[in-house]
């Protein structure tokens, strides 16, 4: 069946997997991030990450000579994501799994602003408008709701520090694409995790080494080898899948997912569900999603 979808098509199934690993991330990471510092977590993650997709891809496309040519762009595409997840559990510290999961809502216009940078992708209206409702969707789950603290845009610290994050993940999906060099996802996806685990051991190989890892508790071995195997590995691949098929709005408009998808991680875990006043928030990025990635039809030009 999917071998029968048009690549777009792909393109978005392979997204809409990609939100919900995601998402999983959020919660789990929210309940390890205070037992482990995040640039050792991050550390193992990619270390982990880089072993697997390794054997994947010599099983299978095999690891061309060529995928080394211009190792620079494995250590810029790297330190993207080196600071969004380490920052990420940095925010988690502080920040509720929902709310970190709104700022990373705002990434898709993040994206869209370096896409056009970038690649100059435009965008039509309809996308301009599904944005702005995306946005101010993320904004009133960050503010809970809150009209008069939304005024003051007065960010927690958590919040604060991932969206410094969010700005580095958004950079990614363009960037890959401008990069690429024919590479399987695969081997492209690898290269990019090696650039990121040197970034991170030599930067935080302090933290790495003061670790005792072996009094870690049971919920940051769950939580590290969830983020390695599926919000690593396979999202990796995902998002490199898709963003070879699919311009960088659409492919990033998949995170308006991502606050719904934690809510239902949330009730999976027993932490309850949400007040209804955040629901109306998630609601607006649903719909910010629905807009996104519905096709448009191209305006007939006018006769004479």
Same mark, same amino acid.
């Given at each position: 069946? !999917? ?10 199934? =392979? ?9 999983? $991330?959020?919660?789990?990471? $929210?309940?390890? @991030? /205070?037992? !482990? ?16 997709? =390794?054997? %994947? ?14 190792? &620079? ?10 600071? *969004? ?16 999961? @709104? ?31 995306? @946005?101010?969707? =993320? ?32 950079? *990614?999906?363009?960037? #890959? ?25 030599? *930067?935080? &190989? ?42 960088? #709005?659409?492919?990033?408009? *998949?995170?308006? %997912?991502?606050?719904?998808?934690? !809510? ?27 807009? %996104?990635?519905? /096709? ?9």
């Amino acid at each position: 069946m !999917i071998a029968g979808l048009s690549a777009p098509a792909r393109g978005h199934l =392979a997204m809409l997997c990609f939100s919900a690993m995601i998402a999983g $991330s959020f919660a789990l990471g $929210s309940m390890a @991030a /205070n037992h !482990i510092a995040p640039l050792a977590l991050t550390a193992a993650r990619f270390g982990l990450a880089i072993a697997i997709i =390794a054997v %994947l891809a010599g099983l299978t496309t095999g690891i061309p000579a060529r995928a080394f040519a211009a190792p &620079w762009r494995y250590l810029l595409l790297g330190s993207c994501f080196a600071i *969004y997840f380490v920052l990420m559990f940095e925010g988690l510290k502080t920040a509720p799994a929902i709310s970190t999961a @709104a700022v990373f809502t705002l990434t898709p216009l993040m994206t869209a602003g370096f896409g056009w940078l970038l690649l100059r992708q435009a965008m039509t209206r309809r996308m301009v408008l599904a944005l702005a409702i995306g @946005a101010a969707g =993320a904004l009133w789950v960050i503010f809970r709701g809150d009209l008069q603290a939304l005024m003051r845009f007065q960010l927690g610290r958590g919040e604060t520090i991932f969206l410094i994050g969010c700005i580095a993940h958004a950079a *990614y999906t363009p960037l #890959a694409r401008k990069l690429s060099r024919g590479e399987s996802p695969a081997v492209f996806s690898m290269g990019m995790m090696c650039g990121a685990l040197v970034l991170v051991a030599g *930067y935080g &190989w302090r933290d790495i080494a003061a670790t005792d890892w072996g009094a870690l508790p049971g919920i940051v071995w769950v939580t590290l080898l969830y983020i390695t195997v599926f919000a690593s590995v396979v999202t990796f691949i995902l998002l490199q899948y898709a963003t070879l098929r699919l311009p960088s #709005a659409k492919v990033m408009a *998949y995170t308006y %997912l991502t606050p719904s998808w934690v !809510i239902l991680w949330e009730i999976a875990l027993g932490h309850g569900t949400p007040p209804g006043v955040i629901v109306v928030g998630v609601a607006l990025t649903a719909l910010a999603l629905v807009l %996104l990635v519905k /096709n448009e039809e191209p305006v007939p030009a006018r006769a004479g």
